[in-house]
């Protein structure tokens, strides 16, 4: 457990207090639950990134009633002071330290899990999977999961029938995948990779391997530093959308040869083999920005080196494959994800979006008193437009609205 030293604990407040200013949706709900009290006597367990952003989003729970406990959802992305803030400011039982082993993160998770909570707010289902495990989601009125990659897992449950609580799927909000995935992973996973490398993108190659939300955003971050983007998928539709944008698309073989700097963010395993690395240039990147670190084929990458890694800057491992003339590859964040290891994740005001959502869902699963099938659910789409509201009002950016013959209109068959 990390000490919570007083210099810990004001650096941690002055990141929340940095985090907050770009969080105006979340402090203003923040202030209405602290005034209705929509969690009071509700144990609320957490498995979010421990970062200055999630900060926000637990005390909103806490200010509105709720006993939090949050540990890690990655533990290279814990910020020691914020969790330290925390502990001191505002009574959330945070577990876990930057950097822990996966021995140490299981027990963490494992220990939230036993808090008994009411409410669930999960980013990769670990926790969800956990409380499964321990048999212990009798009283879980219903949880929130972040990511894709979570609801995934959780569907594969579902379909299993073992699924035995109401998830809704925060990460398919309208708001937040057309907002979250592609501003805030795309800029941050460039980011995480400048911050490491201090590459510069112009001129290079980059290979984005996955063309979902955050492949989107990844794609178009890269071309905008002046980098060509090549284009690698599965699924021949968004494939066909990213040959629209104009980026070259082409199987990962091919890309292999021609790429400088290589992202997978596809949610599966293996998108980067063996028979890729070993087709790869001198001095490539290998970034990983989907949320496990399967995505880069690790053991391969072991097994065609020479010998073991060398740290050649931190987060930056080389691999020198054994071949004439001997090639380097460049393992970025040990192939987890880029923009929370090497950089600082989701910018504040992309988080404002997420964990607004996930803040009204919290209060909307409570309010719904456990009355919820044990199935993935959709976000009411009212908490949808409400937190899209709010954050334009935010912007001080005013819209249109339909008025009654418009809305006539669109309700008649003609
Ligand atoms: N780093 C972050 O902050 C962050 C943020 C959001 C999502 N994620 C993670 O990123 C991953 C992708 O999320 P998403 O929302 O973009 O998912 P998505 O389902 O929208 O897109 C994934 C795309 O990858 C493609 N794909 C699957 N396997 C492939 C393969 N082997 N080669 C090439 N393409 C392949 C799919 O066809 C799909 O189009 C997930 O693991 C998700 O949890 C990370």
Same mark, same amino acid.
């Given at each position: 457990?990390?000490?919570?030293?007083?210099?810990?604990? $004001?650096a941690?407040?002055?990141?929340?207090?940095?985090?907050?200013? %770009? +969080?105006p949706?979340?402090?203003?709900?923040?202030?209405?639950?602290?005034?209705?009290?929509?969690l009071?006597?509700?144990? &609320? !367990?957490?498995?979010?990134?421990?970062?200055?952003?999630?900060?926000?989003?637990?005390?909103?729970?806490? %200010?509105?009633?709720?006993? =939090?406990?949050?540990?890690?959802?990655?533990?290279?992305?814990?910020?020691?002071? #914020?969790?330290?803030?925390?502990?001191?400011?505002?009574?959330?039982?945070?577990?876990?330290?930057?950097?822990?082993?996966a021995?140490?993160?299981?027990?963490?998770?494992?220990? #939230?899990?036993?808090?008994?909570?009411?409410?669930?707010?999960?980013?990769?289902?670990?926790l969800?999977?956990?409380?499964?495990?321990?048999?212990?989601t009798g009283?879980?009125?219903?949880a929130?999961?972040?990511?894709t990659?979570?609801?995934?897992? *959780?569907?594969?449950l579902?379909?299993q029938?073992?699924?035995?609580?109401?998830?809704?799927?925060?990460?398919?909000?309208?708001?937040?995948?057309?907002?979250?995935?592609?501003?805030?992973?795309?800029?941050?996973?460039?980011?995480?990779?400048?911050?490491?490398?201090?590459?510069?993108?112009?001129?290079?190659?980059?290979?984005?391997?996955?063309?979902?939300?955050?492949?989107?955003?990844?794609a178009?971050?890269?071309?905008?530093?002046?980098? $060509?983007?090549? =284009?690698?998928?599965?699924?021949?539709?968004?494939?066909?959308?990213?040959? +629209?944008?104009?980026?070259?698309?082409?199987?990962?073989?091919?890309?292999?040869?021609?790429?400088? #700097?290589?992202?997978? =963010?596809?949610?599966?395993?293996g998108?980067?083999?063996?028979?890729?690395?070993? @087709?790869?240039?001198?001095?490539?990147v *290998?970034?990983?920005?989907?949320?496990?670190?399967?995505?880069?084929?690790?053991?391969?990458? @072991?097994?065609?080196? !020479?010998?073991?890694?060398?740290? &050649?800057?931190p987060?930056?491992?080389?691999?020198?494959?054994?071949?004439?003339?001997?090639?380097?590859?460049?393992?970025?964040?040990?192939?987890?994800? &880029?923009?929370?290891? /090497?950089?600082?994740?989701?910018?504040?005001?992309? +988080?404002?979006? $997420?964990?607004?959502?996930?803040?009204? =869902?919290?209060?909307?699963?409570?309010?719904?008193g456990?009355?919820?099938?044990?199935?993935?659910?959709?976000?009411?789409?009212?908490?949808?437009?409400?937190?899209?509201?709010?954050?334009? /009002?935010? *912007?001080?950016?005013?819209?249109?609205?339909?008025?009654?013959?418009?809305?006539?209109? *669109?309700?008649?068959?003609?």
């Amino acid at each position: 457990m990390v000490p919570s030293s007083t210099r810990a604990v $004001s650096a941690g407040r002055a990141a929340i207090a940095w985090a907050d200013a %770009q +969080m105006p949706v979340l402090a203003s709900i923040r202030s209405r639950f602290a005034r209705e009290q929509p969690l009071r006597g509700l144990r &609320v !367990a957490a498995c979010l990134h421990v970062t200055a952003e999630t900060a926000g989003v637990v005390r909103a729970l806490a %200010q509105g009633g709720a006993q =939090v406990a949050l540990c890690a959802a990655n533990p290279l992305a814990t910020r020691d002071e #914020v969790a330290a803030a925390l502990r001191r400011d505002h009574a959330v039982a945070v577990r876990g330290a930057r950097g822990d082993d996966a021995g140490a993160y299981g027990d963490h998770i494992d220990a #939230v899990a036993a808090s008994r909570p009411h409410l669930v707010l999960d980013d990769g289902a670990e926790l969800i999977g956990a409380l499964h495990l321990a048999r212990e989601t009798g009283g879980v009125l219903g949880a929130t999961e972040e990511t894709t990659t979570g609801l995934v897992r *959780l569907r594969a449950l579902e379909a299993q029938g073992g699924l035995a609580c109401p998830v809704v799927a925060v990460n398919e909000a309208r708001a937040e995948r057309s907002f979250n995935d592609r501003y805030g992973t795309g800029q941050s996973t460039v980011d995480g990779i400048l911050r490491a490398t201090n590459l510069l993108l112009a001129g290079q190659t980059v290979v984005v391997l996955g063309y979902g939300w955050t492949g989107r955003g990844i794609a178009q971050r890269a071309r905008g530093l002046g980098a $060509s983007v090549v =284009v690698c998928e599965v699924d021949p539709v968004p494939a066909l959308e990213a040959r +629209m944008e104009g980026y070259e698309v082409m199987p990962a073989l091919e890309a292999a040869a021609r790429g400088d #700097v290589f992202i997978t =963010v596809t949610g599966g395993r293996g998108a980067l083999r063996g028979e890729h690395l070993e @087709r790869m240039k001198d001095g490539a990147v *290998l970034a990983n920005a989907g949320h496990f670190d399967v995505e880069i084929d690790l053991p391969a990458l @072991r097994d065609l080196a !020479a010998g073991p890694p060398r740290e &050649v800057r931190p987060l930056v491992e080389q691999y020198e494959i054994a071949c004439d003339p001997p090639r380097r590859l460049n393992l970025l964040a040990r192939g987890r994800v &880029v923009n929370l290891a /090497a950089a600082e994740g989701h910018p504040a005001a992309v +988080m404002d979006v $997420s964990f607004a959502l996930q803040a009204l =869902v919290a209060e909307h699963l409570a309010r719904t008193g456990g009355d919820l099938e044990p199935a993935i659910h959709a976000v009411p789409s009212a908490i949808d437009h409400e937190v899209a509201r709010l954050k334009l /009002a935010s *912007l001080d950016v005013r819209i249109d609205t339909l008025d009654d013959d418009q809305r006539a209109y *669109l309700r008649t068959f003609r």
